[in-house]
């Protein structure tokens, strides 16, 4: 009974031993994998705030080429003269026909001021917007403007814009020299955020006198109905 007995306790032992050691190595792994969650954890937590870093350098210009934003929401109007803001971009066809209307009132309006900006929803005209604004750095953006929506319109070679440039009789050391300065980027990267800060989410778009917004193309009457409330 003895013998018995001592045998009893020698297999209770061994099997405590065995639990203890199973419920430590089970501590052990739960630790292990809490490390790795916090380690997890911990780079996630790092990781947000370069991708939120990420995704606004995608929407904005970067700083050096970003305006205020007082600056970029308004422009000045002289005193009697509306001024009507058109985000457009050289490949959109809505854009070819509103600036013909546009073109029309100003024409027949002494009190109505249209102001250009830069919006390119098509990057492949991109080089197109660019010699632009350097032919408006001499004063001839409007003929270039209209030169290629009339004769020019859905081409992006350079043949073209080189034709367009000649036909406009630039100083062509002055025009060169502005193509290699950063004034065309960053004049399309100003007018695109002052786009975004106004809701704007395609072309056409148009603000009147920093208020009124029209966007999508509009009729000649849709305009003057709102010029004649202003």
Known sequence: MKQT??????????MGCTIGQDLGEIESRTATKNETLLGVEAKTAEAEPQAKQALTGMNAPTQSTKPPVAEAAK??????KIVVRE???FGCGYCKRLGEVLTEIVNERDDVEVVARHFVVHPQYTAVHRA???AGDQGQFAN???TYFAQYF??????????????LSLDTEMYNACMASDLPDTTIAQHTYE??????RGTPFMIVNND?????AKTKAEIEAVLDTL
């Open 212 to 216: 009124v917004r029209l966007p999508g």
């Open 5 to 14: 007995w001592v045998i009893g306790c020698v297999v209770l032992v061994l």
């Open 154 to 167: 859905g081409r992006t070679d350079q043949g073209t814009i080189e034709k367009i440039i000649a036909s």
């Open 132 to 134: 632009s604004i350097c």
């Open 195 to 200: 786009a975004q800060l106004l809701g704007a």
């Open 75 to 80: 422009v000045d109007t002289e005193a009697g």
């Open 87 to 89: 985000y457009f971009d």
């Open 144 to 146: 270039f403007h209209d």
